[in-house]
């Protein structure tokens, strides 16, 4: 059964500085993944998507994702920081094989300005 | 201006009621799902659509049903039988449901039993 992983439930960054949110993932065969962003009481924003391909990912508001099959991994970056990015981000991993996508459980990401 | 909407925005409910969430796209897509998020769990699948007049069960579907009589609209109706039925719903769609479509989700309603 495929399942996703954020293994960290807030992350904490200052204003400026690069920032990481992580992924991990398990498929059994080849994944399809997602980005998604949520304001509050809002629904989820898509930022970017990995497929087959470049494993570096950029998507919008500067944010890039690195998928990395050897560690199942797939984490979310930004190379500056911004207050405005302060929101919830979910991770999100589709199987080829199933037509169902499955979210992560979120991780909160505040900036500190 | 396309879009996915919901309606309403906050939707009270007494308990032993019926009540139906609204969804409605403009995106042509043929693809529709309903999720459930409740803090700390992500989101949950409740139902989903690929084609107009079909649609299967996802991962939380007791308590919960749906129609979809047109490509537009995805109505999900939260029945007596939902036992915890409190929590934030959200509509999505895409372009189709193969694996690598992402998904347009609407602002979400968020459902209080009384």
């Known amino acids: 059964a495929q399942s996703v992983a954020q293994p960290e439930d807030q992350v904490n960054v200052a204003e400026g500085n690069p920032l990481t949110v992580k992924c991990t993932y398990s498929?059994?065969?080849?994944?399809?993944l997602f980005w998604y962003v949520q304001y509050p009481n809002r629904g989820l924003q898509f930022l970017l998507k990995?497929?087959?391909?470049?494993?570096l990912v950029k998507g919008s508001y500067g944010f890039e994702a690195e998928f990395n099959k050897s560690q199942t991994s797939f984490h979310l970056k930004k190379p500056s920081a911004l207050v405005s990015d302060s929101a919830l981000y979910f991770c999100a991993v589709r199987d080829v094989r199933d037509d169902k996508i499955i979210f992560g459980k979120g991780t909160r990401l505040h900036i500190l300005p | 201006d396309g879009g996915i909407t919901q309606s309403p925005k906050y939707l009270f409910r007494k308990e032993g009621q019926n009540v139906t969430l609204s969804c409605e796209q403009n995106?042509?897509?043929?693809?529709m799902y309903w999720y459930r998020q409740d803090p700390g769990q992500g989101l949950r699948l409740i139902y989903y659509s690929q084609i107009v007049n079909d649609f299967q069960k996802g991962d939380i579907a007791e308590g919960y049903s749906v129609s979809r009589e047109k490509k537009e609209s995805f109505p999900l109706t939260v029945t007596s039988a939902q036992k915890n039925p409190t929590a934030f719903y959200l509509c999505?769609?895409?372009?189709?449901?193969?694996?690598?479509?992402?998904?347009?989700f609407g602002p979400g309603t968020r459902l209080t039993v009384l």
């Open positions: 995106l042509n897509h043929d693809a």
């Open positions: 498929v059994s065969g080849n994944p399809y």
């Open positions: 990995y497929i087959t391909g470049d494993n």
């Open positions: 999505a769609s895409s372009i189709g449901s193969l694996e690598h479509n992402e998904q347009f």
